[in-house]
């Protein structure tokens, strides 16, 4: 009968054996057994050899001096006999931090398994060994919120607040707590979670303040309380966890910093559901617990793929304008043309995440001041645009006229002294003015001679005009020193419009020139879908409704399965219906929750789809097969 281990150093000699065969990679017959021995074992045995952490089954390292002979021999046994021995070494525990290690260390060797359990050496912790050994491993936690209070909190600040206060809550849920508190490290990452939903993500920082007000969390959880009831108290055994108490202790002021809040959605689909069975440390039901690494790349990879869906498409249009200048937005009705264009404007001006709720004041007014915004309409004309005269009155009450500036000729104004003021022009302010509806203006007549200006080949002084009533400019309203107009290089411009709306003429080929156009279509609109919550559940189906809707109208030439439908007899795919007639919907409830498609239809679509079908043979007939289309039936 083979000898069992009796010691540590028993062990460390039969895990150096096992990675001795595993790099012996030449001799096929000991690589192949040590592969299937370090792959299919089920308790593993774990130690630092010269600075790096191994693994091996504790069956195989139970007998002193394996062997893959001696091994084979033991094929009988079923590991209780090295379980037994082993017990005294060392102690059994589950850890994901462990298991993401082990994965890594089977992946060198090409192979893979499902999580485990391990042997830690006794009187040690996880910890000390990925210290011992020099690792750093980032470890998941999730994070609630669960006041609008601390929430607007939480967002504005960059922070985590515990929102537990010694001698108010249960004590074992302070406990609990804080226990899980102090295992949380820097760099480690939190999902921002308010109730079931999970809306971003952050890297843990240091506390940023110092501060002679040092208690411990050991202490803390030891006596429910520690001595300090005013300013910043830092924690001796935390570097990241700390209280703010500078309003006095009666305020919540346990918190932890993040970097930011990553991919932050004002409205999002992502859920903690799954998070029972990847929890490993305290509860789903306190304020924080641990998540599996798994758990939490999954939740932020959707977190991702919600963001960039909403703002990808942003980027890239942002990139565009800022390449011509000029971009105008077109698409079907309802596809977020105007909520796009300010998005865009947003990206051009803060180049950085935002959100109309966690924005500082300082981004609210550098927006106000950097973003223009004019809806063009029939009577709308040069005066109102560029310039014109005002009547006003005298001391006497005699009416009279002056000239003054329009909207345009304003914020070109107020974007040239900022271009002037910067001494890299490359990389001054941008000025981004957007003007809805473009075409139902008359362009010729709102512009002007600004057709020339606005030539993303002649900003600044090259494309400088003098204006319709340049001949009543006093000296204050000199432009840049003179009498003449131009455009600043720094200012941008983004239009929107409707292809088939029908009071208006065709552009002319001379304006469509100077602006590049990207087409805003009905499927890229339905991003805007994935950010309602109220919709979260029923998307899919939204989208069917409206993909079959949509198809009905005219196939979507570049989906293949689409190929054999026809649509309707001369509507394209400009006749599409955009998504923002479908969030319509969390208007239309019913008490079961479900949505009353027929309200939409009735009160939404129905409308405008006859207007798009009126005048053509048997109208009522295709009318009556989008309304199928729409609510899924046979025609």
Sequence with gaps: ???????????????????????????????????????????????????????????????????????????????????????????????????????????????????????????????????????????????????????????????????????????????????????????????????????????????????????????????????YNDGIVRFADSDVFYEDLKDGCENWGQRIVVDQWHYYLDNTSVTTQGITLEINQGNQRMSICGVSEKFATEKINELKKQFEMKDLFISRISKLLSENHNIILQGAPGTGKTYLAKQIAIQMILEKEYDEKTASDDEKKKLDKQCGFVQFHPSYDYTDFV???????????????????????????????????????????????????????????????????????????????????????????????????????????????????RSVESMDFAFRRRFAFREVTAKESQQMLYTETAMTEKVDEIIGRMNALNDAICPDKHDGSNSDKKGIEGLSSAYHIGASYFIKLVNYKNEDGSFDYNQLWNNHLKGLLFEYLRGMPDSEGKLKTLENAFFGKQS
């Design 387 to 501: 310039e014109g005269l005002r009547p006003i009155n005298d001391k006497n009450g005699n009416v009279g006229f002056e000239r003054r500036d329009g909207i345009f000729m304003t914020f070109c104004r107020k974007a040239l002294e900022a271009y002037k003021n910067t001494k890299d022009k490359k990389n001054s302010p941008k000025y981004v003015f957007i003007i809805d509806e473009i075409n139902r203006g008359e362009i010729s007549k709102i512009f002007g001679e600004l057709f020339f200006s606005i030539d993303p080949g002649y900003r600044g002084t090259d494309g400088a005009v003098y204006t319709q009533y340049g001949n009543l400019w006093k000296e204050v309203d000199c432009f840049d020193g003179g009498k003449k107009f131009y455009i600043p290089e720094n200012v941008y411009i983004i239009g929107t419009m409707n292809d088939i709306d």
């Design 1 to 227: 009968m083979n000898e069992l281990i009796k010691t540590r150093d028993d062990v460390i000699d039969n895990i150096k054996t096992l990675y001795y065969y595993l790099k012996n990679k030449d001799n096929t017959e000991l690589f192949n057994f040590a592969s299937q021995i370090i792959k299919n074992g089920r308790v593993y045995v774990v130690e630092i050899i010269d600075s790096h952490i191994c693994f091996a089954p504790s069956r195989f390292v139970g007998y002193k001096d394996n062997t893959l002979e001696k091994h084979k021999a033991n094929n009988e046994k079923n590991g209780n006999d090295t379980n037994a021995v082993l017990y005294s070494l060392y102690t059994r525990i589950t850890d994901d931090r462990l298991n993401s290690l082990f994965q890594k260390e089977l992946a060198m060797y090409g192979l893979s398994s499902h999580n485990k359990d391990f042997w830690i050496p006794k009187g040690t912790s996880v910890d000390i060994l990925l210290n011992n050994a020099g690792i750093t491993i980032k470890r998941y936690w999730l994070a609630r919120v669960t006041s609008d209070d601390y929430w607007q909190q939480a967002l504005d600040n960059h922070i985590w607040l515990t929102q537990q206060r010694y001698g108010i809550q249960n004590s074992t849920a302070v406990t609990q707590i804080l226990d899980c508190v102090r295992n949380i490290k820097t760099d480690d990452v939190i999902l921002l979670a308010y109730g079931n939903e999970i809306y971003a993500y952050g890297n843990v920082m240091d506390c940023p303040f110092a501060s002679n007000q040092v208690s411990s969390l050991a202490d803390v959880i030891k006596n429910n309380k520690h001595q």
